[in-house]
């Protein structure tokens, strides 16, 4: 589907804007599409090829459509935008050829997160982190498992229990005594 697959339905087209005009935006209501938005649909869906349209051209575009003051365009805004982009991507077609075929480029697509930040496992983060190597003190704020033992392995809490501690026979005076009897 490279070079657009023919007709596509408005709706098809409403849900693929709506999907860009979200996207990185937890604001965003998906009626109205930012200029950064609008780019990245042009980028994704192929519709700037760097020949017949750049980056530049879909910014002057967007900034052609939407108000003097506004910031975002709405989706009759953007139905305008693709009406002056489809005869510069497609040249030597009708206009509305054209248009259908930009519109076949964009129907049923959503923002693909390439190039995005993967979180990366260095060998010293990981001697850091595993609480196996830990010695002293530090050792008895985790468990056998390393998962934290939370406020019990940060703090001294006295042992009330009436025994003298590291005592092997504790907890044993109970059988002792019951036995004597």
Same mark, same amino acid.
Do not use: C, W
């Given at each position: 589907m490279a070079e657009g697959s023919g007709s596509a339905s408005v709706a098809e087209i &409403?849900? @693929?804007? +709506?999907? #860009? @005009?979200?996207?990185g935006d937890t604001k965003a209501t998906g009626k109205e599409m930012n200029g950064k938005n609008f780019v990245k649909l042009c980028k994704d869906c192929k519709v700037i090829d760097g020949k017949n349209i750049t %980056?530049? !051209?879909?910014?002057?575009?967007?900034?052609?459509?939407? @108000?003097?003051?506004?910031?975002?365009i709405t989706f009759e805004q953007f139905t305008q935008a693709m009406v002056e982009l489809a005869?510069?991507? #497609?040249? $030597?077609? $009708?206009? &509305?050829?054209?248009? +259908?075929?930009?519109? *076949?480029?964009?129907? *049923?697509?959503?923002?693909?997160n390439v190039g995005i930040t993967k979180v990366t496992k260095a060998a010293a983060v990981d001697r850091l982190t595993d609480s196996s190597k830990y010695t $002293?003190?530090?050792? &008895?704020? #985790? !468990?056998? %498992? /390393?998962? *934290?033992? /939370?406020?019990? *392995?940060? &703090?001294?809490?006295?042992?009330? %229990? $009436?025994?003298v501690s590291a005592y092997k026979g504790q907890g044993s005076y109970d059988s002792k005594v019951k036995e004597q009897e």
């Open positions: &409403e849900m @693929a804007f +709506q999907k #860009f @005009a979200v996207h %980056s530049t !051209d879909v910014d002057i575009v967007f900034s052609k459509v939407k @108000a003097k003051t506004a910031r975002v005869p510069k991507r #497609f040249k $030597g077609k $009708g206009q &509305e050829e054209a248009l +259908q075929q930009l519109y *076949g480029l964009i129907a *049923g697509k959503e923002p693909a $002293g003190s530090h050792k &008895e704020r #985790f !468990d056998e %498992s /390393g998962k *934290g033992k /939370g406020k019990v *392995g940060r &703090e001294n809490i006295p042992d009330t %229990s $009436g025994y």
